[in-house]
């Protein structure tokens, strides 16, 4: 059974990770409306990836017998000054779920809460990989000054990019 605040936390953990969905989704779009599919592709993964993000959560406090408590997803934006823009928006994002994801992790430790934090070192792991692999877009989008022939070639490449539900796996 999970103790109250530990829940609350959970709760908004689940809130903040459709958020994030959303968020990438929007993204998406806005590179659609741009002419690049290869980063909408990118971004669209990236809606999916956070949408099992929450469903995981989710699917965690209705096994430790918690009541999951939805609640409304605040606007996202929808437009960006451009594809460097995006990304940075993109890593600001991510350390911020990093952050999200370390406040869950000193509840748990304070609610002496070993389940939790078995199941959060999934998400502690996770955030490593999301910020490096943002940033490294991000450098190569800086190196290119995301204009020119080099963002249609990384347009392509980001066509490449498919969804796997990597959250399947660390059940």
Do not use: C
């Not at 998406?28 to 993964?45: I, Q």
């Not at 469903?55 to 960006?80: C, H, S």
């Not at 792991?125 to 190569?140: G, H, P, R, W």
């Amino acid at each position: 059974m999970l103790k109250e605040k530990m829940l609350k936390a959970l709760n908004e953990q689940i809130n903040a990770e459709q958020y994030s969905s959303l968020l990438y989704l929007s993204m998406s779009a806005f590179f659609n409306d741009k002419g690049l599919p290869g980063f909408a592709n990118w971004m669209y993964v990236q809606y999916q990836e956070e949408l099992t993000h929450a469903n995981k959560f989710f699917n965690y406090v209705v096994e430790r017998g918690g009541k999951v408590e939805l609640k409304a997803i605040d606007q996202m934006p929808t437009t960006w000054e451009g594809v460097i823009d995006v990304y940075e928006k993109t890593l600001e994002h991510e350390q911020l779920v990093t952050s999200l994801i370390d406040k869950l992790v000193d509840v748990a430790i304070e609610e002496k809460d070993h389940a939790t934090q078995s199941f959060l070192r999934w998400f502690v792991d996770e955030q490593v990989e999301e910020e490096a692999n943002v940033t490294e877009i991000l450098d190569t989008l800086k190196l290119i000054n995301g204009q020119g022939n080099g963002i249609f070639m990384l347009d392509r490449e980001m066509r490449n990019r498919t969804f796997v539900d990597t959250t399947a796996a660390a059940q």
